[in-house]
């Protein structure tokens, strides 16, 4: 069965450093999604991406966040100055093409660690 | 905006049934999903209700009330591995289909 995978499972960095987390979403699905989630809290999210280029992002996604489609496979989530409270897992979400209402599938997420 | 209300913790006996509750307010209405997440791990798509009534899926079941902003999940037959958090979730209503997840409900499934 398809589904999305992401590296690395966990990253730990010093604060200020950059950071890129990978997502590889099911093939053929066409609407891209990040979220974090801080420990112990609810599911929260950043950025859409459909057609190439951000369709909404969260208060969250400040200019130290920025998404990318490098080829037709990847999608990345690249922080440019951690802070300390960027510690979160980051869990990247697919959905089928014909409809932004489709089912989104997650993958195991990235536990990012600031210190 | 968006906001869901769900209880922070159940505790319950296997082989016993239990219900999570999720009340929601939101400008425009695309669904009521549920999701299970392990420890650390991702969220997995359990139901989604659309219209009025009670969706089953083996064990679990889902129902929703639109005029009451309300849906529940069931579990039946609950066994140790349903030990877990449980989320019910809503569609924002423009048109890029985020979530907007509730809090989250932790259920202790206890021998």
């Known amino acids: 069965e398809p589904e999305v995978t992401q590296t690395p499972s966990h990253q730990v960095t010093q604060m200020g450093q950059e950071v890129i987390l990978r997502c590889v979403p099911i093939?053929?699905?066409?609407?891209f999604y990040w979220y974090r989630q801080i420990l112990g809290q609810k599911v929260e999210f950043l950025v859409s991406f459909y057609n190439n280029e951000i369709s909404e992002k969260s208060e969250i996604f400040d200019d130290q966040f920025s998404v990318e489609r490098p080829d037709g496979s990847n999608f990345t989530l690249k922080i440019r100055s951690t802070k300390l409270e960027d510690s979160a897992m980051y869990f990247c979400a697919s959905s089928a093409g014909d409809s932004p209402y489709n089912e989104q599938f997650f993958g195991p997420g990235t536990r990012l660690t600031v210190l | 905006g968006q906001s869901l209300e769900q209880p922070s913790e159940v505790t319950a006996v296997e082989g016993a049934i239990v219900q999570i509750n999720c009340t929601y307010q939101?400008?425009?209405?695309?669904?009521l999903s549920w999701y299970q997440q392990h420890d650390g791990g991702a969220p997995t798509f359990l139901s989604y209700n659309a219209l009025d009534g009670l969706e089953e899926t083996g064990r679990f079941s889902s129902f929703l009330s639109r005029s009451d902003s309300y849906g529940y999940l069931l579990l039946q037959e609950l066994q140790m591995k349903d030990s877990a958090s449980y989320f019910c979730?809503?569609?924002?209503?423009?048109?890029?289909?985020?979530?907007?997840f509730g809090q989250g409900t932790t259920l202790q499934v206890k021998p």
């Open positions: 093939s053929n699905h066409l609407y």
């Open positions: 939101t400008s425009g209405f695309y669904g």
């Open positions: 979730a809503v569609r924002d209503p423009g048109n890029t289909g985020k979530l907007i």
